[in-house]
């Protein structure tokens, strides 16, 4: 991929060791921007660089549509083993943020990187953009994911970096991220615990009517 930043390379072959898949790559420098504030041109730049991979010199290496919590599989685990798990009271939001993702329309798909926040970007001192880690969700998918998880910096500055339908179609998307947090830990086999844990998590999320 010819983008504008950096991405970790690989520096020696990949290894596997008692299940595990492992491989040293270079570093990025740079830190995660400060939450709740950015930059929109920059936030433009980078969704703009995504969507201008070619996908066919890639395709060989992405993930498949909702890689992060069940790939073909998203809806039918979401409602029906994410939902029961719900309290009643929060079951009926959670619902409607599930439909409401499905009811949105198909659109082209570009590069996603599935995950395009937190100390998932790099930047500089200075506010500029230096890298993008952790490409294990990229997938050729709908852009307004990336745009979704980019709420990181602020929905305002989102509003600000992407046209209307985009921000609309985000914070559909949006809406759902708090109820995946569960279906990837059952998708992961997690113990249950762990589950209830994500189970919690997303529970107070949606009673504040947050993403």
Request: hydrophobic share 45%; glycine share 8%.
């Amino acid at each position: 991929m010819d983008l504008p930043f950096q991405v970790p390379t690989p520096l020696v072959p990949v290894s596997t060791v008692a299940g595990r898949v492992a491989v040293a790559v270079s570093w990025v420098d740079g830190t995660a921007h400060p939450r709740g504030s950015g930059d929109p041109a920059k936030l433009r730049g980078l969704l703009d660089a995504l969507a201008s991979v070619d996908l066919r010199l890639v395709e060989d290496v992405l993930d498949e549509p909702h890689a992060y919590a069940g790939r073909e599989r998203w809806e039918e685990i979401l409602v029906e083993e994410v939902l029961p798990r719900l309290p009643v009271h929060v079951r009926t939001e959670a619902r409607r943020r599930i439909e409401a993702a499905l009811e949105l329309d198909k659109v082209t798909a570009s590069l996603v990187h599935g995950d395009l926040g937190g100390d998932n970007v790099h930047w500089s001192s200075d506010g500029d953009l230096i890298g993008v880690l952790d490409w294990d969700l990229a997938q050729p998918f709908d852009p307004a994911v990336d745009a979704a998880c980019l709420a990181w910096h602020g929905w305002d500055a989102v509003r600000s970096a992407v046209d209307g339908e985009t921000y609309r179609r985000a914070r559909v998307w949006a809406g759902t991220f708090a109820i995946e947090q569960v279906g990837s830990a059952l998708v992961n086999g997690e113990p249950p615990h762990v589950v209830d844990r994500h189970v919690e998590s997303t529970v107070r999320l949606l009673e504040r009517g947050e993403h």
